[in-house]
């Protein structure tokens, strides 16, 4: 057996017919080897230039998730396309969806914080069409907003000229903060009417998260934050609206008691501020309504959101049943912002949705469920 | 004539230019890949960091974000650099942008292009960052698909274009 390997060995290395057929061969295959590697690199140019596009498109659209003049879908397919056609990518919108999630990935429709979107284009092959004459290529991408955290962030002034121009630009309205009762994690909750309720920054929170150990009407109407010249000298629960919209003005002097203990620049030296009796439900679901069907807050196309600047107040103030209405002090300050695209498609007002994007330890306040850093949202790309 | 030694060398001889071009276009093929990777990696870092950063004053309607003193047109040129890596991207000239076209001056061999518009759908700010670099060839090989046209003999031009909305 071994004998006759060796006898076929030696007569084909001898044997030079069909030489030319073996280069060809080999040549053929280098070929082959050219054109694949010359094809998957036109694929991968298609796949990185579709993706670029997708987070660019997502990154835009994820801007407008809250907004009121467009819709965030809407606008990553802008800016997909645009990204495609300066990078000479076929553009076909059948190809393109998006869609509004929760931070869990599912779609919703209340205090969406993701944007998720996908692209598939058929990219042409040259060398290998003999086999394929085209591959469908697939991109998938998602932006999320999430909260950023500042150590040592000051409470209003911050070091942040972004949320200085919305305190002044985008209009801020005030509504009082209690402590939910019971809960040790909350500094405060957001009373429409008697309603309390808890909040973590980030987090989407409504007003129908209602604390059944909320103060009772009566004695918890809204902050009398005034002083706005817009609204006149004392707005409080009745004037609501107008506060909303125009803000409180930027030197409030609605303190009941003044002290110079406080720390903030931009705060007047406030030790207690008093409060309105009533329900303040009605007023404060009016004012929501009418700022959610402003179509653009401050006639400027880059702010579309609304944010509501909250003040808060010692929650054991409230407790144990007071009656009439009592001086607090304001010991930081939230700011809310309103999901106004979804209310504005479901035409309701009730309950308020919106997401605590900021909390600002202002005292010491204690208890503040991200200890004592602050948050900003973020736009960031995700899995 | 009916020696047959050598004849295979000789076919070797005959065929070497053909596989040689052929390596070599794989070769020069995965190097303009490679850059306009590196390329295009440069232009979306540059508009981010535009759009997020440092977005100068009177376009667009928006007020000016960048650090104080700094000029917007070279800190996002600077940031294109950097990203780029290991191909030196010089910034001293800008693009001849035409629509989609980009053209490197003749003065040099890279350049970097920064535009800022209003979106007419969206009505909201855009940073278009375009960046091209012509990449030397070894072989003098032609026009390829998708990676641009030649510019002068030895060299291709790759470039990367990326659009962000202003983070304002």
């Known amino acids: 057996m071994r004998v006759a390997v060796a006898r076929w060995a030696r007569r084909f290395s001898a044997d030079e017919r069909g030489a030319i057929f073996l280069i060809v061969g080999t040549f053929l295959i280098l070929l082959l080897f050219v054109g694949m590697a010359s094809d998957f690199g036109i694929v991968l140019r298609h796949r990185r230039a579709m993706q670029n596009a997708c987070d660019s498109a997502v990154l835009a659209g994820a801007q407008d998730l809250r907004s009121t003049a467009r819709t965030a879908t809407t606008t990553a397919q802008i800016y997909a396309q645009r990204d495609l056609t300066e990078n000479n990518i076929v553009w076909d919108a059948n190809n393109f969806s998006s869609q509004t999630q929760d931070k869990n990935g599912n779609a919703s429709g209340i205090n969406p914080v993701r944007l998720s979107a996908s692209y598939q284009a058929t990219v042409p092959l040259f060398f290998l069409a003999y086999a394929t004459s085209a591959v469908t290529v697939k991109v998938q991408c998602a932006a999320q907003r999430v909260p950023v955290l500042t150590t040592g962030m000051r409470p209003i002034g911050l070091d942040s000229a972004v949320f200085t121009a919305r305190w002044t630009a985008q209009g801020s309205a005030a509504c009082a903060i209690f402590g939910a009762s019971g809960n040790p994690n909350a500094v405060g909750s957001l009373p429409c009417g008697d309603c309390v309720m808890t909040f973590l920054n980030g987090q989407g929170a409504s007003s129908a998260q209602c604390d059944a150990a909320a103060p009772g009407s009566g004695n918890t109407g809204a902050l009398d934050l005034h002083n706005n010249p817009v609204c006149g000298t004392s707005n409080g629960a009745s004037n609501w609206e107008c506060v909303f919209e125009s803000g409180t003005g930027t030197n409030p002097a609605y303190c009941a008691t003044t002290s110079t203990s406080t720390n903030s620049a931009n705060w007047p030296a406030c030790a207690t501020v008093n409060p309105?009796?009533?329900?303040?439900?009605?007023?404060?679901?009016?004012?929501?309504?009418?700022?959610?069907?402003?179509?653009?807050?401050?006639?400027?196309?880059?702010?579309?959101?609304?944010?509501?600047?909250?003040?808060?107040?010692n929650s054991t103030i409230w407790e144990g049943g007071i009656s009439g209405n009592k001086p607090v002090p304001i010991i930081g300050f939230a700011a809310f912002e309103l999901d106004c695209a979804y209310m504005n498609a479901h035409h309701s007002y009730d309950p308020i949705y919106g997401t605590f994007v900021q909390i600002l330890d202002y005292q010491g306040v204690t208890g503040n469920p991200n200890g004592n850093?602050?948050?900003?949202?973020?736009?960031?790309l995700v899995q | 004539m009916k020696q047959q030694r050598g004849q295979s060398t000789v076919e070797l001889v005959l065929l070497m230019p053909l596989i040689l071009v052929l390596v070599f276009l794989v070769f020069e093929a995965s190097r303009l890949l490679g850059s306009w990777l590196l390329i295009t990696n440069a232009a979306r870092e540059g508009a981010r960091y535009a759009a997020v950063q440092c977005v100068p004053s009177n376009s667009a309607g928006v007020t000016q974000t960048c650090s104080t003193g700094q000029d917007p047109t070279s800190a996002i040129a600077q940031q294109v650099q950097q990203t780029a890596q290991f191909l030196t991207v010089q910034t001293a000239t800008t693009c001849t942008v035409s629509g989609n076209s980009v053209t490197i001056p003749s003065s040099v061999t890279s350049c970097v292009a920064i535009a800022y518009t209003q979106d007419a759908t969206t009505g909201v700010g855009v940073v278009t960052v375009r960046v091209a670099y012509q990449v030397q060839t070894l072989m003098p090989i032609g026009s390829l698909p998708f990676f641009g046209t030649v510019n002068y003999p030895g060299y291709q031009q790759v470039t990367g274009t990326s659009s962000m909305r202003l983070e304002q």
């Open chain 1, 276 to 313: 309105k009796t009533g329900n303040f439900d009605g007023p404060f679901k009016t004012a929501v309504q009418a700022v959610c069907q402003t179509p653009d807050p401050v006639s400027n196309p880059q702010a579309s959101e609304w944010v509501v600047i909250m003040p808060l107040i």
């Open chain 1, 373 to 380: 850093d602050t948050g900003v949202e973020t736009i960031i």
